[in-house]
C-alpha cells in the first residue's frame, strides 16, 4: 500500500477555525506519501492564515525542499522497509507522491493539488470537481516539461494510451521524485516535474453536501458523478453522529475493486484511499473522532475515514 492520507479537525494556531483533508497516492514506494501525511500539515499550519493560496503553494514546495535536508531524510527512511535499501536521498529522486488538500471553513473550501488525486463536493446531487487532473498531454503541462528540456511520450498498453515524462512518469506535477528536479536555472514551478500546486478558493453555500476526496484508484473505476450518486443514495436513511459512514465508505471500495484484473484490463486493481467529509452550513466543528477501515482485494487495498464538519 503506497497510499498516505491525514484527516485533522483543525491545524491549530493561526488556523484553528480550519479542518483539512488529505490523500497522498504513492508511486515508486510509499515513503514519500508517508513523508507528507507526517509533515504537510505542520507545514501549513506554520504559513500566514491571511494568504491560504500563497500558504499551501509554499507548503506543498516545501516539502521538496525538506526531503533535501539531511535530518529529514533519516525521518524519511523510518518509512523504507527492511527489503528496501541504499541512500535515502536516492530514492526521494525515484519515489514521489501526488496530493491533493482540503482545508474546509466556515465560509469556504480551499483545495491544493498536485497531480491526479481529486476531489469532488456534492452540491445539490451534483457532481462539482474542486481540481485538475495533472497528466503530461495537457496543453500547459506539455509546453512547461518540454521548456525544461523534457519530452511527452505516448504509449498504447492494450486499448489504454498513456502519456509520460520522458517515458517513464505519468503525471505533470508531484512531491518527491527529485530527479525530475535538478535545473538549478529554473524556479520549483518551471521544473521538469512540478510540485507548484493549483490551488482554488470556493464559496460555500447552503446546497453543499459532502466532499470526496479519492486516488486515480477510485477515479479510474467510477466517475465523479456516480461516486456521489452512490454515497448518496446511502445517505438518505442516515442521521445524526452514529451514521455508518465508514460502511457506506467500504462499499464504495469494494464497488470500485475489480473481480478480474484481466477482463477489467487493469482498471480496480490499483491502490485505494478515499475521504468522505461531510458539509453542513454554518460553522465548522468536526466531530471528534475520525473513523477509518480498510479493505483488500488481490493487490489492492484502501483506506475510507470519515468527518463531518457543520
Known amino acids: 500500500m503506497e497510499d498516505s492520507h491525514f484527516a485533522l479537525a483543525h491545524l491549530g494556531g493561526d488556523w484553528a477555525d480550519t479542518a483539512a483533508f488529505a490523500v497522498f497516492d504513492g508511486h515508486g514506494g510509499r515513503e514519500v506519501a508517508c513523508f507528507c501525511q507526517q ?3 505542520v507545514v501549513i499550519g506554520k504559513q500566514p492564515r491571511a494568504r491560504p493560496t500563497a500558504a499551501l503553494r ?7 525542499e525538506l526531503l533535501r535536508v539531511p535530518e529529514e531524510q533519516s525521518f524519511l527512511r523510518s518509512f523504507t522497509g527492511t527489503t528496501r535499501g541504499g541512500n535515502t536521498l536516492r530514492e526521494a529522486g525515484r519515489v514521489g507522491c501526488t496530493a491533493v ?3 474546509v471553513q466556515s465560509k469556504q473550501l480551499v483545495v491544493a493539488n ?3 488525486s481529486r476531489v469532488v463536493l456534492s452540491r445539490g446531487g451534483v457532481a462539482i470537481p474542486l ?4 497528466k503530461p498531454n495537457l496543453p500547459a503541462e506539455r509546453v512547461r516539461i518540454q521548456r525544461a528540456g523534457g519530452n511527452v511520450d505516448r504509449q498504447q498498453i492494450g486499448n489504454f494510451i498513456q502519456y509520460r515524462v520522458n517515458g517513464n512518469l505519468n503525471l505533470s506535477r508531484t512531491i518527491g521524485d527529485l530527479d525530475y528536479k535538478r535545473n538549478l536555472s529554473l524556479p520549483m514551478s518551471e521544473q521538469l516535474i512540478s510540485s507548484t500546486p493549483d490551488v482554488m478558493l470556493f464559496d460555500r453555500t447552503e446546497d453543499d453536501e459532502f466532499l470526496l476526496l479519492a486516488c486515480d484508484g477510485i477515479w479510474e473505476a467510477i466517475s ?3 461516486a ?3 454515497i448518496k443514495e446511502r445517505l438518505r436513511g442516515v442521521s445524526g453522529a452514529k451514521a455508518p459512514l465508514s460502511t457506506i465508505m467500504e462499499e464504495l471500495l469494494d464497488h470500485c475493486f475489480a473481480p478480474d484484473l484481466i477482463s477489467s484490463g487493469g482498471i480496480g486493481g490499483d491502490n485505494m484511499t478515499a475521504l468522505l467529509v461531510l458539509l453542513q452550513p454554518g460553522t465548522c466543528r468536526p466531530y471528534p473522532e475520525v473513523q477509518s477501515s480498510q479493505a483488500s482485494q488481490f493487490s489492492s487495498s484502501g483506506t475510507a475515514s470519515w468527518c463531518s464538519c457543520r
Open 131 to 134: 481540481s485538475e487532473d495533472h
Open 228 to 230: 456521489v450518486d452512490f
Open 101 to 103: 488538500v482540503c482545508l
Open 114 to 116: 498536485a497531480g491526479d
Open 39 to 41: 509533515r504537510l500539515p
Open 224 to 226: 465523479s458523478q456516480d
Open 58 to 64: 509554499k507548503a506543498f514546495e516545501s516539502m521538496d
